[in-house]
């Protein structure tokens, strides 16, 4: 894998961690269960995204 590749790679496992932070937090502060449910929907979609690019490496 080339060094271009492996930093795109760095950029997408941080923009994913960063949804998975900013979806646990409104999971966090939400007081409708529907919506919480939502974000943590969320939360788990973008875990597994991030499994899937960190297995790239």
Same mark, same amino acid.
């Given at each position: @894998?080339s060094p271009?590749?492996?930093?795109?790679?760095e950029?997408a496992?941080?923009?994913? %961690?960063y949804? @998975?932070?900013?979806?646990r937090?409104?999971? =966090?502060?939400?007081?409708?269960?529907?919506?919480? &449910? &939502?974000? &943590? &929907?969320?939360?788990n979609s973008?875990q %597994?995204l991030?499994?899937q690019?960190? =297995?790239?490496i």
């Open positions: @894998m271009k590749e492996l930093l795109y790679i950029d496992l941080e923009h994913t %961690q949804l @998975m932070n900013q979806c937090t409104a999971a =966090n502060q939400l007081s409708d269960p529907v919506l919480r &449910q &939502q974000a &943590q &929907q969320l939360v973008n %597994q991030f499994t690019f960190y =297995n790239l």
